[in-house]
């Protein structure tokens, strides 16, 4: 029964099916923006960087990242863990990192145009291992929303920069 309530609400209505079947995704090129980019981080504005040690972000909850209850979605919020925690660990001019594992506490809900801020802390670097940490919290209210922890890779392609 709890799966039928489950399947029900991952139903498409006829109006959003209609209007995802309308969606016209053009090709890219190399250094173009993506659908992607322009559908889940557009609207991240950043407000501090450390190279290494730190990066702050805001962002304005849109109503294409929330879900049928008005919060912002969970798969959203793991996007944001995943990019911002990926934006600490980057270094110009070597490969980029690969995401090995995220684990993420969902810890309260953001509501549709709640301004949230986004932090990503450096836990550490081991080799072409990195650890992130990535809290969003309501600017507004100084709640915390969501907590993750991010791991990621990166094979060796020339020297590994100190932080």
Request: aromatic share 4%.
């Amino acid at each position: 029964m709890e799966m039928r309530k489950v399947n029900k609400s991952l139903e498409l209505t006829q109006d959003e099916s209609e209007a995802v079947s309308q969606l016209v995704i053009p090709a890219i090129r190399y250094g173009e923006s993506s659908f992607y980019d322009a559908f889940a981080l557009r609207g991240i504005l950043l407000d501090r960087v450390e190279p290494g040690v730190l990066v702050v972000c805001s962002f304005k909850v849109p109503p294409r990242l929330t879900d049928r209850s008005g919060n912002l979605a969970n798969g959203a919020i793991a996007n944001l863990v995943d990019i911002v925690g990926g934006a600490i660990a980057y270094v110009p001019g070597l490969s980029m990192n690969v995401s090995v594992d995220i684990s993420i506490s969902y810890i309260s809900t953001a509501k549709l145009h709640d301004e949230l801020e986004i932090t990503s802390r450096m836990l550490g670097r081991v080799g072409g291992c990195s650890g992130t940490i990535v809290i969003l919290r309501n600017k507004t209210t100084g709640e915390i929303i969501a907590e993750g922890r991010h791991s990621l890779f990166r094979s060796h392609v020339g020297p590994i920069p100190k932080l």
